[in-house]
């Protein structure tokens, strides 16, 4: 059974930091990865979505990476502003076609301080 | 703005009662699944329509059902609430070439 954990559970950084998000998924045999955005209440953003043939993909700030034979993924953000606050969820899609449910991770609660 | 609507956008129901919440799909898009996320939580797959058949289903009892219709919009229904049914309820549209499912802002159901 897929099983997808990210960490940390929250994060508090000041304005200007670099920072890694990071998400692991127990079997490797996935379709693709996507990272989300959620802020509090409301529905989800999609930011970056990489095939499970890809190495990574890059998105203004945000650059996400993929290593399936060791199943994570990490999400780069650079230079964070306090509009980067939310909480982002990372989410795999086991198969091609027209079956595209989602697993999700518990996600990481970012906070970005001015 | 991705173009995927969800109605209502917010509801009060009292346990044992029926609810109805809808979905716009997002243009060209034929495919359409439903989530539910309680707070705190990931979410979690309910069901998935594509061309108006259900074509997955996640671990959800039969009191949670579905339609989607030929212009590809879709309803979520819940029969006989329970107290654990207050949640986000999402919907996300998908489809053509991209694998990118857009996501609705959601419908929060709080059961009483």
């Known amino acids: 059974k897929q099983e997808v954990t990210q960490i940390p559970a929250a994060l508090s950084v000041p304005e200007g930091e670099n920072l890694v998000l990071n998400c692991s998924f127990t079997?490797?045999?996935?379709?693709?990865l996507q990272w989300f955005r959620q802020d509090p209440g409301k529905g989800l953003t999609s930011l970056l979505l990489?095939?499970?043939s890809q190495r990574e993909q890059t998105s203004g700030r945000l650059n996400a990476s993929l290593d399936k034979s060791s199943g994570r993924s990490t999400l780069y953000i650079a230079a964070s502003q306090p509009g980067d606050s939310a909480t982002y969820l990372c989410a795999v899609q086991l198969v091609a076609g027209n079956n595209r449910k989602l697993i999700w991770g518990l996600g990481t609660s970012l906070a970005v301080n001015p | 703005e991705t173009g995927v609507t969800q109605s209502p956008t917010h509801l009060i129901k009292t346990r044992g009662q029926q609810v109805t919440l809808r979905c716009s799909s997002q243009s060209g898009h034929n495919t359409v699944s439903w989530y539910q996320q309680a707070l705190g939580q990931g979410p979690q797959f309910i069901f998935q329509?594509?061309?108006?058949?259900?074509?997955g289903r996640g671990n959800f009892p039969p009191r949670f059902s579905g339609l989607q219709f030929p212009n590809y919009s879709s309803e979520l229904n819940v029969n006989a609430l329970e107290l654990d049914d207050s949640a986000l309820y999402l919907c996300a549209s998908s489809g053509g070439r991209t694998d990118t499912q857009y996501f609705g802002p959601g419908t929060r159901l709080t059961v009483l």
């Open positions: 329509y594509y061309r108006e058949e259900e074509n």
């Open positions: 990489i095939q499970s």
């Open positions: 079997d490797s045999a996935i379709y693709n």
